[in-house]
């Protein structure tokens, strides 16, 4: 009986250990690693109406910047027209005034040439009376009397010719000055003629004649 108890107590005691045992060895055991989460794919769905509000909008303010650049465009374009037309205008002024200085300088330079044309033929006049008063005072000799007057009278008319000779001279500078002066004018016809067709206007100057080599009219003759 004795012994019967004390091997009861041995194999509780084995039991028990046996049992430590395993469950120290299922602790050392590393747990499996968890399975990964797989994240559900979103479920696609058409736009909002917030989203079709926002793209209405951003349309409308294509729109409107569209409008406003052709507008500023047309303005643009109307203003330069407006200052082309202008300038256009301002040069078919100044070329006005410049041909009737260019008339008035060639009228003055014809009327000279006129004067001028009229005191060489008083001088050519006066040169064959003083030759036919010099052949008198040589006939005269004799008279000591006529031979005074005939030197005063040859004197007086070389005083005269001297004098015809001095306005002669007097007229061909003016008259060359007029003539400077209406080349002068021409040239700048012709610049302001050619700033004209260059901007893309036309001479509106009645009966006016195009003085530029470069826009000379077919078969024009100076």
Request: net charge negative; hydrophobic share 45%.
């Amino acid at each position: 009986m004795k012994n019967a108890v004390i091997f009861l107590c041995v194999a509780g005691i084995a039991a028990l250990a046996a049992w430590l045992l395993m469950g120290k060895r299922s602790s050392d055991v590393e747990p499996l690693p968890a399975a990964p989460v797989v994240e559900a794919a979103p479920v696609e769905t058409g736009p909002t109406q917030a989203d079709l509000d926002a793209a209405e909008k951003h349309a409308q303010e294509e729109i409107a910047r569209a409008q406003e650049a052709t507008r500023l465009a047309e303005l643009a374009a109307a203003r330069m027209d407006a200052e082309r037309t202008a300038r256009i205008e301002e040069l078919n002024t100044r070329l006005a005034k410049e041909a009737k200085a260019r008339e008035s300088a060639e009228l003055a330079a014809e009327n000279m040439r006129i004067k001028m044309a009229r005191l060489e033929k008083e001088r050519a006049e006066m040169r064959e009376q003083e030759a036919q008063l010099a052949a008198r005072a040589a006939e005269a000799e004799k008279s000591t009397q006529a031979s005074q007057a005939l030197v005063r009278e040859m004197e007086r008319r070389q005083a005269e010719l001297e004098r015809r000779n001095a306005e002669i001279e007097m007229l061909s500078q003016k008259t060359e000055a007029l003539e400077s002066q209406s080349d002068s004018i021409k040239q700048r016809q012709i610049e302001i003629e050619e700033a004209i067709m260059a901007a893309g206007g036309d001479i509106t100057i009645p009966g006016y004649k195009i003085w530029s080599p470069n826009y000379r009219p077919y078969g024009f003759k100076e």
